[in-house]
């Protein structure tokens, strides 16, 4: 759940005007945006405020926000030998030191009230993106290229694990708190699929920005695994090097986001319901995606407050 968005009014006042990406590139007004809901509301973290293609812009592509139709590539990968085109080697640090002046600003102006996470997409989620050129029901295009170039696939996924290690690192070193790798095209993936071209680089990820924190003296920070739809992999995310998975160390919610049409009192209903199958267990208590354009600040008011209350109750009487 992307806390910042357009349901809120002065969400939509700051971003007046202004380009998409070019906000992402202001750490001030990413800064701003991540502060928001939290004016708004009791939550107990703050995400910053980003996009996951940062990643492929940082690569050398050129990613465009369209109205009415969302992020698009100028030029997407058609063919294997546009990986060519592809920066081989990124220096986060000057490709992507906005998002890292972000979080340092942002977690300085939260002085310690919630923590700070940080995030990124997911390999197979960003080169799903990078070839179908934008948003895609079936992601038949990027699916292709799993069936006719599994070597250059292979290729194009570990040049991602590599860069998104090296941005979530630097995320750390900036100030974030956690670390949250979304895979949100998991479900478009086959068990088979996504058990040979998603799997391993999510694993490797944990791994090796665990390995990284440890050998720069950072801290070591939980993470944080979303794969969208991947219910048939929930015992393997568990033991994927991730504090937090959909079923794992600690759980992590699953309201259905359109939850928040129904009035107040039906929210409270549904949060009690979905915290009374966490039991008294760690868990996050969140949606299973994101929110939606017309939905009610007083609504996702109502969903906040609930789950404060109904996890008090449950808690006092186990």
């Not at 220096?91 to 972000?102: N, R």
């Not at 923590?115 to 080169?127: Q, R, V, Y």
């Not at 959909?246 to 915290?275: F, H, Q, S």
Request: aromatic letters at 8%; charged letters at 20%; proline letters at 6%.
């Amino acid at each position: 759940m992307r806390q910042a968005g357009r349901y809120l009014p002065e969400f939509r006042e700051t971003r007046a005007g202004q380009d998409f990406f070019a906000t992402c590139r202001s750490p001030k007004l990413c800064c701003e945006l991540t502060l928001q809901p939290l004016r708004r509301f009791p939550l107990d973290a703050a995400i910053i405020f980003s996009d996951i293609l940062v990643v492929p812009q940082a690569l050398g592509m050129e990613v465009v926000m369209v109205p009415g139709k969302g992020p698009t590539f100028t030029e997407p990968l058609k063919e294997v030998e546009d990986l060519l085109k592809l920066r081989q080697k990124v220096d986060v640090t000057a490709e992507l030191g906005y998002v890292f002046q972000a979080i340092t600003l942002t977690r300085h102006s939260l002085e310690g009230r919630v923590p700070l996470i940080g995030f990124s997409g997911a390999p197979w989620t960003l080169m799903s993106y990078m070839i179908e050129g934008g948003g895609s029901t079936t992601m038949a295009k990027a699916k292709s290229w799993l069936y006719r170039h599994p070597e250059a696939s292979h290729r194009l996924l570990q040049l991602l694990a590599d860069v998104i290690t090296d941005y979530l690192v630097g995320q750390v070193a900036a100030g974030a708190q956690a670390l949250q790798l979304f895979e949100s095209h998991a479900g478009h993936l086959g068990p088979e699929q996504f058990q040979d071209f998603a799997l391993p680089y999510v694993r490797d990820i944990a791994q090796a920005v665990k390995s990284r924190l440890k050998e720069e003296a950072l801290p070591l920070v939980p993470m944080i695994i979303f794969a969208k739809d991947a219910h048939y992999a929930l015992r393997d995310l568990a033991h994927a090097g991730y504090e937090v998975s959909g079923r794992a160390l600690t759980c992590l919610g699953n309201l259905d986001p359109c939850a928040l049409y129904a009035p107040k009192e039906k929210i409270g209903e549904l949060v009690k319901k979905m915290l009374e199958g966490f039991g008294t267990q760690r868990y996050i208590a969140n949606l299973g995606h994101g929110l939606y354009p017309d939905m009610s600040p007083e609504h996702v008011g109502a969903f906040v407050e609930a789950v404060h209350a109904h996890s008090r109750h449950i808690n006092k009487h186990s």
